[in-house]
């Protein structure tokens, strides 16, 4: 049994077929979790992006007392200043999905960016960007926003780049472990050898290798962006108040949980919903995506989430001498 | 010269030694630059601290008044050792918003953050890898199935909505057993009042739960599907002997990881949970801090947590490197 196992995936490494990005998300699309994470944040974006169009009133209208319980007039009641939490929650969520893909994709992209430069130029280079990383890695994502907050005051663009700046070393991490084989590769030092400029290879060689594990990076990192960005404005450092925000919605309403609960309980489902479902997809990706490079290793799967495999040589040691990572 | 021979001949020999000054050294590196980084955002960026704290329309008669009282008509690099010598000798400064030195509004605070994340942090560890170990104990039953599940839905929840949660089910809308709120009075410690410490701890225990669950489960089942395992069933050995003599061994050092990892990470979720149940800790503080614009207690606190980080890392690399011996061992 235990045999049988290894020789499979000694198999299926030493084959080690390419797969691309939009194969590994098909796959992943197809699987049970996959499918129950698409439907489920599916059907946040969808209520975050309709919602603007078919709010009964405006989200800053008042439309009643604080507080009223739901009528027919209010299906969900009123808030906090009484209005109508329907129309709030239907207008408060798409800066929130905006923002979190903003983040994302701009933390991803420089993440991608620092770990591949760190492994292919080595020396000087990398000891400076993993560093780096590793000084960033010292604030929780939550305070280090907090801290660029505090300095410049909750705008928006801010937030996006003070969660984009958090996600950075985890991404540089996973991607200089990957792209740290990739450069071993012949075919990089015979496209040296032709002469081609180290950012061309950079871009046209080693990044390509890179998209899968960045994409499956990409789907936990949203994650921690749309927690991290409602968490903020639960805070009330998020949209300026009068503006719409599930997260802001949570704790403005709280004090009425009593007398209309509806204003914080569908805030918080909604959130609940999506961060699930978008966590279940990644999850999903990231597993057809291990499973493509014969890695099907639980503990690798695991511990990518949270960051414990991180492609640095100390862990990979440890990983492996608890018989983890092959 | 001797003796700096020897020394280096006994770092060579144990690996502790060299992990724990390897360590140690880049920690403190680490800690130059958070240092810095946090003095050079707080004082360089959009105007500086004065400005900071009368806000963008102050006249330049009060910003020049508070400079001076902040020492900020001195020269950047004075200023950091300045600072840094008060942060190394105890003295964090003066909170600009309440006038008290910040470690005296600090400490009570500390305590209250300390006894929250370490409650925490235990239960949180001990019902995780009970879990953990059950669920890979009995892979793919309906009990590894139910608390996997639950584990992937709960990864994802921000931590304001599991606080929300507990509210709404045990303290308002649906039961009353314990408080919603859990304001301490000043003076007052939380063992003193542990009814209050329930709610803030399950939320962050549910918080914390499924990533140590989820590493357990991963590492637990590697090690029993591992040759040693295989031989251990083959010989009869005993199944509750296998799993904590045998499997749960092996499979500890990426738990303490992943434990350590979520201590590090109690360290920002703590300033949501703190939040929510009104919880007088550093986190609560630091959102304080943050409406207030009070620098000094913002510095003091982001360094104090990123040292807090650097500290369980430094353990935790040691815990591991113990309970591993092939890496013990001299190489």
């Known amino acids: 049994m235990t045999s049988v196992r290894k020789v499979g995936e000694r198999g299926a490494k030493t084959q080690r077929r390419h797969i691309g990005p939009g194969v590994v998300l098909w796959r992943a699309a197809r699987t049970r979790r996959g499918k129950i994470g698409l439907s489920l944040a599916g059907l946040i974006v969808a209520v975050a992006a309709i919602g603007p169009f078919v709010a009964p009133y405006s989200p800053t209208a008042f439309v009643g007392l604080p507080y009223a319980p739901p009528s027919t007039a209010a299906l969900l009641g009123t808030d906090t200043l009484g209005r109508d939490v329907l129309s709030r929650v239907l207008e408060g969520g798409w800066v929130l999905l905006i923002m979190a893909v903003a983040a994302t994709t701009i933390g991803v992209a420089l993440g991608a960016m620092a770990g591949i430069t760190a492994a292919y130029l080595r020396g000087a280079v990398d000891t400076v960007i993993m560093r780096l990383a590793d000084v960033i890695l010292a604030f929780p994502q939550l305070v280090f926003a907090l801290l660029l907050v505090s300095l410049v005051g909750p705008r928006l663009w801010l937030i996006v780049l003070a969660i984009a700046l958090s996600h950075v070393p985890q991404v540089a991490r996973v991607s200089y472990g990957t792209a740290a084989g990739v450069c071993e590769r012949p075919f990089i030092k015979a496209q040296e050898l032709n002469g081609v400029r180290p950012h061309r290879i950079m871009i046209d060689e080693i990044f390509p290798n890179l998209i899968t594990p960045i994409v499956v990076e990409f789907g936990l990192r949203l994650t921690f962006s749309i927690v991290v960005m409602a968490g903020l404005s639960f805070l009330g450092f998020g949209q300026p108040p009068p503006a719409p925000n599930w997260g802001y919605m949570i704790s403005e309403n709280r004090v009425g949980l009593a007398q209309n609960p509806w204003g914080v ?48 040589e100390e862990t990979t040691t440890v990983l492996v001498d608890a018989g983890g990572v092959p | 010269m001797g003796l700096f021979r020897s020394m280096r001949t006994w770092r060579k020999r144990s690996p502790l030694v060299q992990l724990l000054v390897s360590r140690v050294w880049q920690g403190i590196v680490t800690l130059v630059i958070v240092s810095i980084l946090i003095f050079w955002a707080t004082e360089v960026l959009p105007g500086n601290a004065a400005y900071a704290v009368l806000g963008h329309n102050a006249s330049p008669a009060e910003v020049h008044s508070l400079e001076i009282q902040l020492h900020l008509n001195r020269g950047l690099f004075a200023q950091y050792v300045s600072w840094v010598a008060g942060v190394l000798s105890g003295h964090l400064g003066t909170s600009i918003a309440s006038g008290v030195p910040v470690w005296t509004l600090l400490k009570p605070r500390l305590v209250n953050s300390a006894v929250l994340a370490v409650a925490a942090g235990v239960v949180g560890a001990t019902v995780a890898v009970l879990l953990g170990v059950l669920a890979a104990a009995r892979k793919d039953s309906k009990l590894d199935d139910a608390v996997s599940g639950f584990a992937l839905a709960t990864i994802a929840l921000p931590e304001f909505v599991v606080a929300i949660t507990l509210v709404i089910l045990l303290s308002t809308v649906v039961w009353h057993f314990f408080p919603g709120v859990s304001v301490l009075a000043p003076g007052t410690y939380p063992w003193n009042a542990p009814k209050l410490m329930i709610l803030p701890v399950a939320a962050l225990v549910i918080i914390v739960v499924p990533y140590i669950f989820r590493m357990t489960r991963a590492a637990m089942i590697e090690a029993l599907e591992s040759d040693f395992c295989e031989m251990a069933r083959l010989k009869g050995v005993p199944r509750g002997r296998m799993l904590l003599v045998h499997a749960l061994p092996n499979a500890l050092p990426p738990i303490v990881q992943v434990t350590a990892l979520t201590f590090l990470y109690l360290a920002g979720g703590i300033v949501i949970v703190e939040e929510a149940f009104a919880y007088p800790g550093i986190g609560q503080g630091l959102v304080n801090a943050v409406s207030a614009r009070d620098i000094p207690v913002i510095q003091a606190i982001v360094l104090l947590l990123a040292a807090f980080y650097v500290v369980v890392n430094i353990v935790a690399d040691v815990v591991v490197l113990l309970l591993t011996p092939r890496r013990r061992e001299a190489r």
């Not at chain 1, 490079?293 to 960051?307: F, P, Q």
């Open chain 1, 265 to 312: 309980v569908v805030p918080a489902i909604l959130i609940a919903v999506l961060t699930i479902g978008v966590n279940t997809f990644g999850d999903a990706v990231a597993r057809v995506a291990m499973g493509a490079v014969g890695r099907r290793s639980e503990i690798a799967l695991v511990g990518s989430g949270v960051g414990v495999v991180d492609g640095s």
